[in-house]
């Protein structure tokens, strides 16, 4: 299966521009229809290797620019990594040293695919909802939001959630999306704030 994914146009695209995967061109559809990240927005990059959504993002905004995944993460240039589970408190105190203020949460981490839909999915939105609550710590009032689910019977109940904690939500299938796949990304804008004084 492998091979029958690799060779389609965003691949070849991604290796002659210089991304390290096809996932960059799903980061700039979305950049490009909803202006989620500014100029001088600081940026978490949740799940982040093998690193091309932090090459899209480091193009984007001169703040800081943050990648965590389990996994170590080839240098990308004036960004920082760290190999951890964001939803740790430790990670997130780390993130913390290196940044005032969050500005913008991208998640486009998936789990280890079984090939069992319904099984993927559930672990899929578990996934993001470890991300908004990542987000509900770290992120500042007004901040954005972006976070890959597959669809299925636990997505309308996530969606939920993230309206409660955000202004503006969309639900959005980037261009390279790949046909048949449940993949969606959930567009949060203007993050409400914490709840904890309530």
């Keep these: 299966m492998g091979s029958q994914w690799g060779q389609d146009r965003y691949h070849r695209r991604a290796k002659s521009e210089g991304y390290r995967s096809r996932a960059a061109y799903k980061l700039l559809d979305i950049q490009r229809r909803f202006q989620l990240i500014r100029p001088d927005d600081n940026v978490v990059d949740l799940g982040a290797a093998p690193g091309s959504w932090l090459q899209v ?13 389990l996994n170590p993460i080839a240098t990308v240039e004036n ?15 780390s993130i913390c040293s290196h940044v005032d203020e969050v500005s913008v949460v ?10 069992q839909k319904s099984y993927d999915q559930v672990r899929s939105i578990g996934l993001a909802e470890d991300a908004l609550g990542f987000c509900c710590t770290i ?28 202004w503006s939500v969309r639900v959005y299938r980037t261009k390279a999306t790949r046909k048949g796949s449940t993949e969606a990304y959930v567009i949060a804008k203007n993050f409400r704030g914490r709840r904890d004084a309530a």
């Design 106 to 115: 991208v998640c486009d981490a998936a789990p280890k695919l079984s090939g």
């Design 57 to 69: 993002v480091r193009e984007i905004t001169d703040g800081t620019v943050i990648g965590v995944d």
């Design 79 to 93: 960004t920082l990594t760290i190999v951890g589970d964001f939803t740790q408190q430790g990670v997130q105190e």
């Design 139 to 166: 992120l500042k009032p007004g901040g954005n939001f972006v976070v890959k689910a597959f669809q299925g019977e636990l997505f309308d109940d996530f969606l939920a959630e993230v309206k409660e904690r955000f």
